[in-house]
């Protein structure tokens, strides 16, 4: 049983401390939602397999009608684990005295008496999808498994690329790639990065790219002749653990799934998923194949990118700048999360939606109201005398002056709920 404490009463005035947030890379709470499991080729028919997950104990088993069920580890007779168990139809029985329990935890027999307890083991929402077996780590889901926003309610064609461990937090992993200074420092890009960041969902955030390729050399025009409008490179997160990049010019993309999650000491797990519209026919299916092997080739190179600083980094973000502005967004948005303890899943503290209010009062805008969910205004506005054009499709957006960075002394931020205009940073 799953002990309900009461959860803390957020709000969306509730101030973010940058320096030490509340849900980013937190170890002893984990954000509400789905995360990746275990490959589903991983899982047989008739097979169970013990599971650490978030610091929860559980048995991952196959039905033999194929669908996968997650229940809590222990059995309530005497505290064997499940996974010694076996399976037997579409039920699980303990090794133990051979208490067997129904796909939907009800104790259906108990082998030495006629008639079974009233009693029933904890199951979790569990969903197959990418190869992937993912689990939702409450009682009823609020979202769906992540889909890349491009593909929404497409077919798709998958492949899995590399399955990695890192040293350090997903979230930590995560905003590396919203990271505008590291891919001039570390990846030599030659082209600058901005983001254009929308909050789509209370689940899910977006980085699209704005800037184009520079025409300085030969290459890069030849390059820039296939992007009609900005460079290609857009990111979507699901509350922080699973997210996807999508890169390549105008007549192909490529789309990687990066679906990780943390563990007991600390780590992150991570595996990818190579993505691409379905195409139809033999010709459609080799096309697919031919670009899922392109696709691989571009997710081994992010996933082993950055891999030495996620060995070692310890993470403070003790000074941000305004270049760090696309990770202080990462983190604001993740501060809504509803989160649940790390191993008992008792909820932790609940969503803050979205406010939805468009603002009405601020001169420096060009457009008088501003809704983040309307498609016309998706761009986002220019935002005068400021250097982050989009800071108003966000309720609590910080404002950068041109060039100027500023920061409190801890690196607080206070988070702009109000309706009055950006009063982010303190005086
Ligand atoms: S411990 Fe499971 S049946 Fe006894
Ligand atoms: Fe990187």
Redesign the pocket.
Same mark, same amino acid.
């Given at each position: 049983m799953v002990a309900q404490t009461q959860p803390a009463a957020a709000s969306s005035s509730t101030p973010v401390n940058i320096a030490d947030p509340d849900v980013f890379g937190r170890t002893d709470k984990a954000v509400e939602g789905w995360y990746w499991a275990l490959r589903s080729a991983d899982l047989a028919k008739g097979k169970v397999t013990a599971l650490n997950f978030l610091g929860r104990e559980l048995a991952l088993y196959r039905g033999h009608d194929g669908n996968v069920r997650a229940v809590d580890a222990y059995c309530p007779h005497m505290g064997a684990h499940l996974a010694e168990g076996m399976v037997e139809g579409d039920n699980l029985r303990c090794f133990f005295h051979g208490w067997t329990y129904e796909p939907d935890g009800t104790l259906t027999s108990i082998p030495c008496q006629n008639k079974p307890l009233d009693l029933r083991i904890q199951t979790w929402p569990v969903k197959e999808r990418y190869g992937l077996i993912w689990i939702y780590n409450g009682r009823e889901p609020t979202h769906d498994v992540f889909e890349v926003p491009e593909l929404a309610g497409q077919e798709v064609d998958w492949g899995h690329g590399a399955a990695f461990e890192k040293g350090c937090h997903p979230n930590i992993v995560m905003v590396?790639a919203i990271d505008e200074q @590291?891919f001039t420092t570390? @990846?030599n890009l030659p082209v600058k990065l901005h983001f254009d960041v929308q909050e789509r969902t209370p689940q899910l955030i977006t980085f699209d790219n704005t800037t184009h390729i520079p025409m300085s050399n030969p290459f890069l025009r030849f390059l820039g002749r296939f992007y009609a409008g900005p460079l290609t490179y857009k990111m979507a997160y699901q509350t922080g653990s699973t997210g996807s990049v999508t890169v390549g010019p105008d007549f192909l993309h490529f789309h990687i799934i990066f679906c990780l999650r943390p563990t007991s000491d600390g780590k992150a797990l991570g595996q990818t998923v190579l993505i691409t519209d379905r195409r139809r026919g033999p010709v459609g299916w080799l096309v697919n194949r031919v670009l899922l092997f392109l696709t691989k080739l571009v997710g081994d190179y992010f996933a082993h990118?950055?891999t030495k600083i996620f060995q070692t980094i310890k993470w403070k973000f003790k000074h941000p700048i305004a270049a760090d502005r696309s990770i202080i967004r990462f983190i604001k948005h993740l501060e809504r999360m509803a989160t649940v303890t790390w191993e008992e899943w008792s909820v932790e503290r609940k969503l803050v939606p979205l406010r939805r209010k468009p603002r009405q009062e601020d001169a420096s805008f060009d457009e008088p109201t501003l809704n983040p969910f309307d498609e016309k205004t998706k761009a986002g506005p220019h935002v005068a005398g400021s250097s982050f054009e989009s800071a108003r499709n966000f309720e609590d957006a910080v404002s950068f002056e041109q060039g100027e960075t500023r920061a409190d002394t801890e690196g607080n931020f206070e988070e702009s709920t109000d309706t009055e205009g950006v009063t982010p940073w303190p005086a």
């Open positions: 590396n @590291h570390v @990846h990118g950055d």
